[in-house]
């Protein structure tokens, strides 16, 4: 007998929540509404008595001060009522917290099958509201059918004492769990069942597999155990482990590049060993705070002697642009299993989160499944959960329009942690799977959550792909494991660990059973969130918030022990061998029988076209433009530009100083509100080192030349950690690679081979600069697919494809934290110095694109040149002689003048004359191009012959100096005065496409 | 020097424990972070810490209110103890989510000797969303709470969604006469925020951030004291470098204003 709780405000609170509503429909849609109300609905699925009921009521689910209840339904006055509940299956968080905090206050527990179900009405009133308007707030504000069901009542259709009705999203299966054999007689039927399966096998795959099942010794071995033709759970294993995702096929495939220009070609055999490998492998040798790499779910440095850090990054864009909160927030709480999963497990210290998507304000024909401001407004959410209830610093981040995003967006999550360098007197970072140590699994439970997740990642989002893939990360469950875990490693009960994420159980034990050379597991053993699993479903399923961990035998106790001190639920689910197989059972039979090495070998690289038609023969031309004469007025305009202006309301809903380590925080300067270049933490309290991290993506440079785009990503990562202090000797990286479609098809990706060779150029830059700046890659990732099709005015659709992207996020120790710089000026006579050459490098800029263009000139990255300048400027921070530090980035340097009088509140006297520049004999180049390895330093006057000196020979020149005045001043090149524009004004305009957003 | 032990609670979701015991052993303390389960099973005995600290985070996620299932497991497991920790004279700190579970749990406000009645509410903000900013913080000098004995202002984070201090107009004025009001947001100046966002950066009823029992003994807020264990916490802490730099002066400040409203804590007890 189910019963329904309906809580609300006391009618004279207001209630935020409702009021949120309000706006929003207001804003988005033009609805006018006069009152909305929030009514938290509770089904409680159990066999509780009245009394109890009661209890609960009171002692639980009703603040006496603020709140009112009943299990009959609130009469709250509405014209219209939206009700939104979850669909069957769908993680329901709150019900399942409601569930623990009624099982403590009763001392009982719920059987199997009962459950709390949570739910929302609103009672939403305004004069003449259609039910068109109200369906438009329900089911493009309030509710995702990929997640939830929904209602609409009228005031006449609302039946106040039958209310919604008694809701029970329950699963119920109705199955059998069983294991399917599956014939492969021939290629053509393997593609088949691979078709109906979803399994997404490649075509060049599928022999392979059929010649491995068809061994006549293969054969033999899985005889003598009741096997013959392949199981589903074998071929899901294998289409698991082959997938994209999981095996990066596309990096490590085979690409023939051939410039049309030059008419030459070479074979570029496996971008991830030429590129990203080996180089990394170079560079660890001369580093050595380099301490692990190119293996593990995270790449480490070293802190210091005592503390390593971990790095990793990931994106979650399918799944975040079907269902944007529930997207961005298991996206987040999955990249932070990574480094919890690395060495012997890490604790997390930081989060980073970058969000690609279309215009805000986008109002063209185009029908994405989320309007890209719903679609915004969701992942910002998922990731403030997300970041938020894991108690771990969302510290930096950025947000960047662009048309080519509403196909699929990008949501890119970084990951930071640390370990001890030693634990038990052993190696942190090294871990390993031993024949007889237990399989456990850890923390949540195993649904049908994201089955094929990782081949869905892994295709082009079109309106077949299953919607069962998109999940709720629950990071309550996971910070209580997180926590267990790092209790569990410094007892030294941790032989291996690592996170389930894309592929399951499939791919964690797969990877781990590596090491011992083989495993066992009972598929039965693995707890359930409901019955009716099949053991395939069991072993590729995505459910979050596991991880896999071996321990040894005699440890079980102990490790148990911890886990439920920690109410934390660990499943002995098996044990590794080294027996060469992966031996999988179900109620007693076996049901996987695969030798270890079989993934490993004899699979056919995957096969590339490239070509490259260099930008001047695809028609790119520099505009002719003459330069502006308003520039007060352009230069406003250029601040208040999407991908310019302040993003405040994103960051201020991330707690980015939790863990009391935040030491350059995200926002700075006087009045707090103007982005940092970088975040600086001190992870380890009571040490003054510190990491400086950042992140920075150029996608508008693809347009030109997708080298130029890593390139000067990579130069602005590491100039926004050495803005803050960080040390040019220790930087690490993270490549993040989201690219549209590469292979070529006549038809459906008539480009493919030009975006082949884009991505072939990018690796090339992604190397060069590495090499050159001597930046070892700690951890990567690529999502190759980002494309959608999108249905039109007229029933067609279109293939949108997102600009070639790739995220390089920067992360580099401090040594000593009491030497970090922030951008904002300081004090007035403060002398300001522009370090790095201005070129006419307009191409791909923002001031183009301001104007509808997009150029030639792309900025390119002079390494050799940059260098020597970023070493002074490190003796000039260790010095302690500079007041201020900024890059020159997006928009160029009378952006970034603006922005660093704006941090300042004061402002900047300066002469356009004595920018260090070649060719670039405009203002409108001067104040707007993008050449890299640029950056403004103030300096007080007393450090002026000493700041000199340390760039004596170098591109750097004193351009004017900070005045009490708030006002940003430039003379021009004929001596007169070019702009003066109060900086409070440029603040406004700054501020002003965002700045209601809370 | 007699040893002051502090228990930070931790465990479920909660997750400021590290820097708040980090920031107790700034303040001259022994602080331990003890799960909620070990003080339950009986591994951890309250009776011998001085101090008991509700920290931040999100227990339980919030789901059902913040610090409301925290509240609950509390009451259900420990009740009285609670209760009788606080009559033996010792000191309860509760910070941000600490702060939501002890006016749950009823130690806040502790009108009469009463610790178990909820009549303070800290609920949603008025901004509509979690916001983490600095804020300013005016103490009351008539207060009876020791850990704000000698600080006049002070500059903390805040980082919630359910910050808004709220309750009946007469427990309100209660409060406020029997100056159990601690902490008030402020402008920079130290004037009331009077409400005024950012300042008041919740709605929070008469600019309220903290309140403390009749004793001075129970106290409860919303900023992060905690959180600024180091003088680089502090967002203008770059800033106050220059100034320093240019007059001459040293650079290493001493302590900060958190440990040192932590430190009055630990130096009462050890007075005791």
Known sequence: MAARLEISLKEHLVDPEGEGIRKKAKAYFGIETSRIRTVHILTIDAALSAPQLAAVQTGIFTNPVTQLSSYQPLAIVADWVIWVGYRPGVRDNPGATAVEAIEDLLGIRLGAGEAVYTSRRYAVSGSGLTRVQIEAIGGELLANEIIQQWRVYSREEWDPAAGIGIVIPRVRLDHTAAVAHIPCDSDEVLSRISRERNLALNPNDIPVIRAYFSDPRVRASRAALGLSDPTDVELEYVSQARSDH?????????????????????????????????????LAQRKPWVVSVLWDNAGAGRLDDDTYYVITGETHNSPSNMEAYGGAITGIVGVYRDPLGTGKGSKLVMGGWGFCVGHRDYVG???PRLHPRRLLDGVIEGVRDGGNKSGIPTAFGQVLFHPGYMGKCLVFVTAVGIMPARIQGRPAEEKRTHPGDLVVMCGGRVGKDGIHGVTASSEVFSEHTPAGHVQIGDPYTQKKMHDFLLEARDEGLIQYITDNGGGGLSSSVGESARFSNGAEVDLARVPLKYEGLDPWEIWVSESQERMTVAIRAEDAERFMALSRRHAVESTVIGRYTDSGKLHLTHAGKTCAWVDMDFLASGFPQWEFDAEWTPPERRGRLEPVLSPPADVGRLLADMLARPNICSTEWITRQYD????????????????????SDAAVLRPVLGSRRGLAFAQALLPAYSAIDAY????????????RVLAVGGDLDHIGGVDNFCWPNIQYHPAANPDGKFKAAQLVRACWALKDICLAYGIPLLSGKDSMYVDGHLAGRYGETHKVSAPETMQFAAISVVPDIGRCTSMDVKEPGDLVYVIGVTRNELGGSEYYAHHGYVGLNVPQVRAAEFIPAYRA???????GIAASIHGVYRGGLGVHLALAAMGGNRGIRADLRRVPAEGAARVDTLL???????????????????????FQGLACARIGEVTAEPVLQATGLDGRTLVSAAVSDLKAAWKRPFGDLV | MAEVKVLVLTGYGLNCDHETAYAFTRAGASAHRVHINALIDGEARLEDYQILVFIGGFGWGDDHGAGVIQAVRLKTYLGERLVEFV??????????????????????????????????ALISNACGNFRNQWVCLQVNPDSPCVFTRGIDRADFPV????????????????????????????????????????????????????ICDPTGRVFGLMPHPEAFNDWTNHPDWTRERECLRRSGQPLEPGETVGVRLLKNGVDYMRAA
Do not use: W
């Open chain 1, 246 to 282: 999981c095996n990066h096929n596309t990096f490590r495939g085979l690409f023939r590049y051939r410039d049309l220009a030059t008419g030459t070609s070479e074979i570029v055999d496996n971008l991830f060993k030429t590129c990203i490998e080996a180089p990394t492998l170079e």
């Open chain 1, 365 to 367: 024909p185009l029908k």
């Open chain 1, 656 to 675: 980015h100083e939790v863990q009391g380590t935040s030491v350059i925080k995200p926002l700075v300067g006087a009045d707090r509100d103007v982005a």
């Open chain 1, 708 to 719: 130029a785009m890593t390139a000067c990503g990579i130069d602005e990562a590491v100039r």
């Open chain 1, 873 to 879: 400027l490190g003796r000039a921070v260790e010095a």
């Open chain 1, 928 to 950: 707007f191009s993008e050449s890299p390895g640029r950056l403004i330093v103030t300096v007080a006057p007393a450090g002026r012959s000493e700041f000199e000196s340390l």
């Open chain 2, 87 to 120: 009559a033996k004279g010792r000191l309860v700190l509760g910070i941000c989510n600490g702060f939501q579970a002890l006016v749950n749990v009823g130690l806040l406000p502790g009108f009469d000797g009463d610790y178990h009645t909820r009549s303070v």
């Open chain 2, 159 to 210: 980082r919630h969604g359910e910050g808004r201090l709220y309750a009946d107009e007469a427990v309100i004025q209660r409060l406020t006469r029997a100056n159990q009001v601690v902490l008030r947001y402020a402008l920079a100046d130290g004037s009331p925020a009077a409400g005024r966002f950012p300042h008041n950066p919740n709605g929070a009823v008469g600019d309220i951030a903290g």
